[in-house]
C-alpha cells in the first residue's frame, strides 16, 4: 500500500547555507520536544552543521559547524543521544565521534583511523543500547563496533561478505526495547537483525514482490514498527513489530512554513516554480535518510529536497 496525503502533516526545511534551513540533512534526532537535524552538506559548501528546530518550524540555534577542531565537523554522517542526554556525532572525513550537551556545547571525542579493533574507517550510524553503551558502524571496515559512553572499546562484530553477519558498505544502524540490533547493510540490499551480543537473528531484503534497493538507514520505534529508508528507490518501507510488511510512503510533502515566507519576497522564484509545473514531483522523497519517531509523528530527512518530511503515527 502506498500512502496518500491522509497521514502527512507537514514539512519542515527550505535549502539554507547556514542558520534556517538545511542542506542535505541525512540524520534526525527527536529530544526534550525539539528536532535535533544534521546537515550533511559536503566538504566543497562547507555547510554541514546540526540545526535545533521546533516540530512548529522554530529555528533555535546550530553548532557542530564545518571545520576540524573540537566540536566542528568535516563530514558527518550520524548523530544520536546517549541515556544521559549527551550527543554523539560521528565524522567520516575525521574517524571521530564527538560529543555534545543539549545546547550544543563540545564535551570530548574520540576515535582514530585504522583496522584494529576500537579503530574506525568511515564510521557512520550510530545507536545506543539500554547499557548506555555506544554501537557505531564502522563503515569501511565492515562491522559494528561497541563503546563505552567514554570512547573506550568494548567489542565487536561483523566482516565484509555477503553471507549472515557479513556486510557491504553497512550505513544505518537501530536498536529495538530488547537490544536488538538493526543495520542497514546498504549494498547488500538487506536489513540485517542481530542479538545484543551480535549474533545473527534475521534479514529482511524484501517486500510483497519486491526487493530493497540500497536502504540508507533503519528506526525502530518503541512498539517495534520499522521504518526503513529504501534510499535506492526514493520511498520509506514500514514493517509491523513481526516483521511483515505494511506500507510504502513515496513523499507527499507540501510547501514548508520557511518556503512560503521565502518565495512570499521573491516573486520571480515563485514565477519560475508555477512555470516548471513540478508539483507532483516535488512532493516526493529524493534519497530519504534519516528517521526518528516519537508518540505522535514519523520524521524523515529528505535529503536532497533539504527538508524533513512529517507524518501522523
Known sequence: ?????????????????????????????????????????????????????????????EFANWGENNGQSILPTSITFDLDDKLYLS????????????????????????????????????????????????????RIQKFDTKGNFISSFGEFGNLEGQFNYPWGLSIDSKDNIYVADWRNNRIQIFNKDGEFIKIINSFQEENLNKPSSVHVDKKGIIYISNWGDDNVLIFDENHNFSQKIIGDATLSKWCIEFLDVNPEQSSWRESAG????????????????NNDFIFITDSCRHRVQIYKK
Request: hydrophobic share 35%.
Open 1 to 61: 500500500m502506498v500512502t496518500s496525503s491522509l497521514n502527512y502533516s507537514h514539512t519542515i526545511g527550505i535549502a539554507s547555507f547556514e542558520g534556517r534551513g538545511f542542506m542535505n540533512p541525512i540524520d534526525i534526532k527527536f529530544k526534550n520536544d525539539l528536532l535535533f537535524v544534521l546537515s550533511r552538506s559536503n566538504a566543497s559548501n562547507k555547510n554541514n552543521r546540526v540545526s535545533v528546530v521546533s516540530i512548529e518550524s522554530d529555528h533555535k540555534f
Open 278 to 293: 513540478l508539483f507532483e514531483e516535488e512532493k516526493r522523497f529524493w534519497k530519504p535518510s534519516g528517521i526518528e519517531t
Open 91 to 142: 565524522d567520516e572525513h575525521l574517524n571521530r565521534i564527538s560529543v555534545f550537551d543539549l545546547e550544543g556545547n563540545f564535551i570530548s571525542s574520540f576515535g582514530e583511523f585504522g583496522v584494529e579493533k576500537g579503530s574506525l574507517n568511515r564510521p557512520s550510524g550510530m545507536a545506543v543500547n539500554s547499557d548506555n553503551d555506544l554501537l557505531i558502524v564502522d563503515h569501511l571496515n565492515f
